[in-house]
């Protein structure tokens, strides 16, 4: 049971260049989310989805794309990557009930530099 | 418009002495109040939570003490260990369940 897994750990990209970063989830969560981490910003929500073939903005999605074909990956896309996209990000998934307050598993990040 | 304010910065205690972090929310539809706990290279671990119907909730040494009237939250760690040393993130969250986080406190326990 991996939990939740991203690829890659790190990258470093060109000013221009795209790339896709990938999380899966083995936990069979309905939902899950991309967040961004900044030094003294904490985690800011990029985009997130309630289900597969479902997304939805967050608090910072302007400069990415998401989409979630299965149920257990969720793609976080940059077109035309810029420098301030420079950043650690996080991908977390969680349950799905009527219940409120179900835990965010986060995967390990990816580092992501662009020069 | 950061609806959660979170401190201090950064905090130094002395092994087993108290750690103090404070939250305080804007938004009064928050309804879920976790902390999470990140260590270096590592993804942020849910370590707490409290909803908003009970003042207190302890979990071994760390307490979360939640205010509604002032609508602020904070997290206590009783006799800190070293191996406490890490990044403390309050968040909030209401019916969309999307979380809201804090800025972040990065504790160091001093052996």
């Known amino acids: 049971n991996a939990g939740v897994t991203q690829t890659p750990k790190f990258r470093v990209l060109k000013t221009g260049q795209s790339m896709t970063l990938l999380c899966a989830q083995d936990?069979?969560?309905?939902?899950m989310y991309w967040y961004r981490q900044d030094p003294g910003m904490g985690l800011r929500l990029i985009h997130y989805?309630?289900?597969?073939?479902?997304?939805a903005k967050g608090e910072v999605p302007d400069g990415y794309n998401v989409s979630r074909l299965k149920k257990q990956n969720f793609l976080l896309g940059l077109e035309s990557a810029a420098p301030s996209q420079t950043s650690v990000y996080f991908c977390?998934?969680?349950?799905?009930?009527?219940?409120?307050?179900?835990?965010?598993?986060f995967g390990d990040g990816t580092r992501l530099s662009i020069l | 418009q950061q609806q959660v304010k979170q401190s201090p910065q950064s905090l130094i205690v002395q092994k087993g002495g108290i750690s103090i972090i404070n939250c305080a929310y804007e938004?009064?539809?928050?309804?879920?109040f976790p902390w999470y706990q990140q260590f270096p290279g590592k993804g942020p671990a849910l370590l707490i939570a409290?909803?908003?119907?009970?003042s207190e909730k302890k979990e071994g040494r760390f307490t979360i003490s939640f205010n509604k009237s002032a609508k602020q939250f904070s997290l206590h760690i009783m006799d800190s260990q070293p191996g406490d040393s890490a990044t403390y993130f309050c968040?909030?969250?209401?019916?969309?369940?999307?979380?809201?986080f804090g800025s972040g406190t990065q504790l160091t326990v001093l052996p």
């Open positions: 989805s309630v289900g597969e073939g479902t997304t």
């Open positions: 936990m069979n969560h309905e939902y």
């Open positions: 938004n009064t539809a928050f309804d879920y």
């Open positions: 409290i909803r908003p119907d009970v």
């Open positions: 968040a909030a969250s209401g019916s969309a369940r999307q979380l809201t």
């Open positions: 977390a998934s969680s349950y799905l009930t009527g219940l409120v307050g179900q835990p965010q598993h």
